[in-house]
Every structure is written in structure tokens, then in C-alpha cells.
């Protein structure tokens, strides 16, 4: 677990954290950027490794990342509406780097209006831009 400015970060062990961040999960990309469920929940929720972001104790963020043929890929970073510009999103890229090994190579696909964001943290672009749920995307390699 990871703690600071009120913080706290876990890998989710319990079936109630897994509901808080698939309720997270659900505001953010289902309803406020209109990804159909039947995208947003895929056959790797039960391999991946998820993680609950809290700040003050109340259940704000949430991130997955999985081992790929090509590193692990991390996904499904989502912070509640209230909580962004809070250093949520930061901690939770930092927390699951953290979890993998360093020589490991690790890339996401980025929204592109995130990339500014991932870029801050060690993620290069690199590709063209695709589309995953009509929603703008790059593909970035953790490069720290």
C-alpha cells in the first residue's frame, strides 16, 4: 500500500474493492465518455491486477495492467470527476510501476488528450493514432 497528501493506493483483494472500482470505472468511461460496457468490461478482468486509489478514505481511482507477449501493458487508469487534479492519476502510475519489475518493458495506449499526462511520467509515444471505443489513442513505452 502506498500513502500520501491523504492518498492511499492497494491492489484490490476483496470483491467490495473490485465493486468501488468498477463503479469508478463505470462514471467515468461508461458514462461520462459513453465507452459501451460490453468494451469497457473484457475477458482480462479476472487476470489482470487491479488496484484502488482512495483519497481521504473515499474510493476515487482505479488501474489495471497485466503481463502481454510484449511487457505488461497498463490499463483502465480512471480517477472520479471530483478527485482529478488531486495527484490521484499520478499516484496510481507511480503505484503500479512500482509494482513490476524494472527491466521489464511496460507501454498503455493513451487517450490522446492524456498523453501530456503519461509523458510527465516517463511514457514516450510512439505509432499512429488509432481508435479504441470511438475515443482517440497512441500507444506510449515507459522509457524512464
Known amino acids: 500500500m502506498t500513502k500520501g497528501q491523504n492518498i492511499s493506493i492497494s491492489i484490490i483483494t476483496s470483491e467490495s474493492a473490485m465493486q468501488e472500482a468498477m463503479k ?3 462514471e467515468v468511461f461508461v458514462v461520462e465518455q459513453l465507452v459501451p460496457p460490453e468494451i469497457e468490461y473484457d475477458e482480462f478482468e479476472q ?3 487491479h488496484v484502488l486509489a482512495r483519497l481521504k478514505d473515499q474510493a476515487v ?3 489495471r495492467w497485466r503481463e502481454t507477449e510484449n511487457g505488461y501493458k497498463l490499463e483502465r487508469f480512471a480517477v472520479s470527476l471530483s478527485a482529478r487534479g488531486s495527484g ?3 499516484a496510481l502510475v507511480e503505484f503500479v510501476l512500482n509494482q513490476i519489475e524494472d527491466s521489464a518493458r511496460v507501454y498503455l495506449n493513451s487517450q490522446i488528450s492524456a498523453l501530456g499526462f503519461y509523458s510527465k511520467l516517463g511514457f514516450v509515444a ?3 493514432i488509432f ?3 470511438n475515443i482517440p489513442h497512441r500507444k ?3 522509457q524512464p
Do not use: F, W
Request: aromatic share 10%; glycine share 14%.
Open 126 to 128: 510512439t505509432g499512429e
Open 24 to 26: 469508478i470505472r463505470r
Open 47 to 49: 487476470s489482470a491486477t
Open 61 to 63: 481511482g482505479t488501474a
Open 88 to 90: 490521484v492519476g499520478r
Open 131 to 133: 481508435y479504441e471505443a
Open 140 to 142: 506510449m513505452l515507459y
